[in-house]
C-alpha cells in the first residue's frame, strides 16, 4: 500500500464520503451538549439528539474527522502501543438514509481498493445473531465465510453510554502479520496482542436503552462509524505504534531534543516521551475549546493531565517547566484543519505555563514526601500508603490522587483510597452534585416524547412581549398531567411564547399567563430539551388544562433591566480585550436584571488604572447612544467582520450578531438594548480571582448603577460626619486614626511582651527533663502567636537540647508555639508532628518544622490539658 501521511490520510477519508454524497462537517468542540458526559468520546457524541430522532438534521450523511477525549485507560497511555487521551475519529453517519447494505461495501472499498489494505490480510467480526451483516459480508462483499467471526455483546455491541443510542456493530480487522503476534498457540482475532488490529467499527444504531436496560427501536435506522486516524495511520506507515507515526514523532524528537534523552533507547524513558507527546495535544485541545484548570469535572481532567506530563518531564531530567516549549511543533502538525490551535495560542500557552510554574514549585516536596513515605513501608515491611497520606500530597501539594497511584504502583504499593476519601469531604460534595446532573440528565429523558409529539415552542419574544398561546403540555414534578388548580406550581408548554428561556447566562423571562379561567404567575422561564421551553408558573387563582387559549405577557420592567446588563456584558467584554490585550476571552457569564457577572481569562491581576480604563471606555460606548445592529447571517460572513463566538455556544448554518458599529459584534440569542444610550451608566463593582488564570468581573447597569452611586456617596457622608470632618478629608482623616490605632497595637503587645516575659524564670524553675531533653511549658493569655515565639526566643537562651511550647488564651480559642535548639532536633524531636498532636487536645491542628512549629485549637479550656501532655508524646517520639 501507499505511504501517506497522517494530514492525507484525513483529507483522503473526508474527501472520499463526500463523493458519497456526505456534509464534511469540520469537528466539533471536545465539550459536549450533553450532560451525561464530560467529553466528546465518539464521533456521533454531537450527532446524538440526530439518531434519537429529537431534532431534525440538515442533511442525510454526514462525515467528520472528530476530535475526541477519553480517560477511562489514562494509565496505559504511553505503556502500550494503541492508548490515547487525545485522539481523532474518522467518521461517516447516516441518518434514517442508508444502513448495512451501503455501508458494508463502502468501508471494504475505502480500505482495500483506495487504501490498499490486501484483502486477503482482512477480517471482520459481527455481532452473534447478526445474519444481515453475514450476508452482505460474505455474499456481496465476498469475503470467506471463516474470516467473518461471531462474537458476543462485549465486542460487538456499541453504545456511547449507559443510555442513549445503540446497536450492533462489525469491525474490520487487519492482519499484520506474524512478527506482531503475542505467540501464543490459539492467537486470532479477538486476541489483545496487535497482530489482528481492529481498524474501523461500523455501528448499525437501531435502538434506545433507557435507564433500566430496555433497548427500544429508533424512529429510524441509522449508520454511525468509527476509524482512529492513528491507527489507520500506522498500519499505512508499516510502524509498530501509534506513537511512531508522523502524527506523533515530531513531538516526541522535539521532547527528545530539549530533554537530550534519544527515544528508542530506554522503555523507561519512551514511555515518558509518549505520555509527554500524548498529553500535550490533550491539553492544547481541551484548552483551545474553553476548558481551564479547576478540581473538578473538565479542568479536574485538565489538571490531572498537565501534572501527570509534568513529572514525566522529571524522569527525562526536565526539571524546569517545558511543556510550552512543545506548542509549535504541535502547531505546525495540527493547524491544519484545527485552526482553534492557532486563534487560542496565547490562552493555551498561558494557561499551561502558569499552571506547570504552580505544579513545579511543589512537585520537588510532594516527591520528597512520597518517596521517604514509600521507604518507610518497605522498611516496615507494608505495601499500602494510608489514605492521610495521600490526601496531604493532593490537599498541599497538589498530586492528583491518580498520580499518587501511579507512583506508589511503581514501588508495588497499593493506596488506601477509602482512607483518601474519608479526608476528602468536599469530593463527596461533588459526587453530591454529579447526581444530581445525571437526575437532569434522566428528567430530559422524560420530555422526548413531549417534543416528539408537539415541537419545540416558537419563540416570538424578540419581537412581542404579548402574544395569545396554547398549552400544550402541563407537567408537575416531571410528571404530565391535564390540568393544574389554584395554588400549585407547574411547568406549562405552550406552542409560541414571548418568556426568553434562560440561555446563554441570561437569566428566563418572568410575567403572567391569564385567560377567562386562570391567572398564573410566571415565575422563570428555561429549556428542558432542545427547543422546548418550561414556564415555571403558579396558578395564583382558577384552573389551566392543556389545550386552553392563554394570554401571555412578560414582565417589560425586568426584560428592560436584563437587556441593559446584557448588552454591557458585550461592551464590557470589548473594553477588557482593549485594556488587558487580545487573549482576552470570555468563560462564563450571569446576565439578571440587578447585576452582571462576567467571567474571562486573564493572568495577573488587575490594577485600579487598568479597571479605570476598562470602565471609562465602557461608558464612552453608552454615552455615544449608538444604535445597536441586530441581524442574522451565515457563520463566515460574521467571522469576515469579526464576530466573537464563544466554545461553549453551538451555531448552526445561520447565527445572530450583535453589533454596536464601530466597537464590537458577537454572535448572540440574548435581548439586547436597541440603542448604547439606553444603558445609562455602567458601574464596575468587584473584580476578582475565580481560578487559575480565570477572573471575573462583576457590574451593573442603568437604576442599579444609580442606586449603587447612592448608597456609596451616603456611606462617605455617614462615616464623615462620625469622624467629624467633611467628605474630602475623610481619607486623610481615616489613614491617621489607622496609623495611631497601629502605634498603639504596637504599644499594647510590647507591654504584654514585658508582662509574659516577668513569667520566664518561673517557667525555667519548673522545667522537665525527658531522656536529655529539657522542656519547658508556659501558659498565658491573650498573647498573639508572635509574642508567644519572642517569649520562647527569650526562653532558649543559655540552653542547650531544649523543646519549648508555650500556649495562650483569647475567648475560646487558643494558640499554640513549639520551638526546639539544632541538639534538640538531632535527638529526634520534631516541632512539627508534636504541635499537631497536642492541637487535637484543644481541637485544632497546626504543624511545622523540625524546630519551630505553629498551631490553633477551639477549645480554650483544655489548654492546660495539651500542655501537660507533651512530655508524654516527647517520651513516645524519642522512643525512651
Partial sequence: MKRRSGRELREFFLSYFEQKGHKRYPSFSLVPDDPSLLFTIAGMVPFKPYFLGLKQPDVPRATTSQKCLRTNDIENVGRTSRHHTFFEMLGNFSFGDYFKESVIPWAWEFLTKEIGFLPERMYVTIYLDDDEAFDIWHKTVGLPEDRIVRMGEKDNFWAAGPVGPCGPCSELIYDQGPEFSCGKPDCFVGCDCDRYLEIWNLVFMQYNRDEAGNLTPLPRKNIDTGMGLERLASVVQGVRSDFETDLFMPMINKISNISGVEYAMNKQHDMAMRVIADHVRALAFMIADGVLPSNEGRGYVLRRLLRRASRYGRLLGLERPFLVD??????????????????NINVIESVINLEEKKFSRTLDQGSALIEEEISRLKKEGKDVLPGETAFVLYDTYGFPLELTEEIC??????????????CMEHQREMARAASKQLSSATKKESYSSLLSKCGGSEFVGYELNEVRAKVVAIFKESQE???????????????KTPFYAERGGQVGDRGWMESSSCKLEVLDTYFVLETLVAHKAKVRSGYVAIGDEVDTRVDVTRRNAIRRHHTSTHIIHEAL????????????????????????????????????????????????????????????????IGAKAFFDEKYGERVRVIQIPGYCAELCGGLHVNATGEIGTIKIVKDESIGSGLRRITALAGMPAVSHHQELQFLAEDLASMCSVDVKSLKEKLAS????????????????????????EKITSQRQVVGDVTVLLGKFEDLEPETLRQVGDHLKRGL????????????????????????????????????????????????GRENVAQAGG???????????????ILQEMLGV
Fill in 326 to 343: 512543545l506548542l509549535p511543533t504541535l502547531v505546525e502538525l495540527m493547524a491544519d484543519p484545527y485552526k482553534e490551535l492557532v486563534e
Fill in 409 to 422: 504502583q511503581e514501588h508495588g504499593i497499593k493506596v488506601d483510597r477509602d482512607g483518601f476519601i474519608e
Fill in 481 to 495: 398531567v391535564y390540568e393544574a388548580q389554584e395554588g400549585e406550581e407547574v411547568e406549562i408548554f405552550l406552542d
Fill in 577 to 640: 480585550a482593549r485594556v488587558l490585550g487580545p487573549h482576552v476571552r470570555q468563560a462564563g457569564s450571569y446576565v439578571a436584571p440587578d447585576y452582571l457577572r462576567f467571567d474571562f481569562n486573564h493572568f495577573d491581576p488587575i490594577t485600579r488604572e487598568q479597571l479605570t480604563a476598562i470602565e471609562r471606555i465602557a461608558n464612552e460606548v453608552v454615552q455615544a447612544n449608538i444604535k445597536v445592529n441586530i441581524f442574522e447571517t451565515t457563520m463566515d460572513e460574521a467571522k469576515r
Fill in 737 to 760: 486614626t489607622l496609623v495611631e490605632l497601629k502605634n498603639l497595637k504596637v504599644e499594647l503587645q510590647g507591654a504584654k511582651l514585658k508582662l509574659a516575659l516577668h513569667q520566664c
Fill in 800 to 847: 542547650n537540647k531544649v523543646l519549648i511550647v508555650l500556649g495562650s488564651t483569647y475567648g475560646e480559642k487558643v494558640s499554640l508555639v513549639a520551638m526546639a535548639d539544632e541538639e534538640a532536633v538531632k535527638r529526634g524531636v520534631h516541632a512539627g508532628k508534636l504541635i499537631n498532636k497536642i492541637a487535637a487536645v484543644v481541637g485544632g491542628g497546626g504543624g
Fill in 858 to 872: 477551639k477549645d480554650a479550656s483544655r489548654l492546660e490539658d495539651a500542655l501537660n501532655s507533651v512530655p508524654r
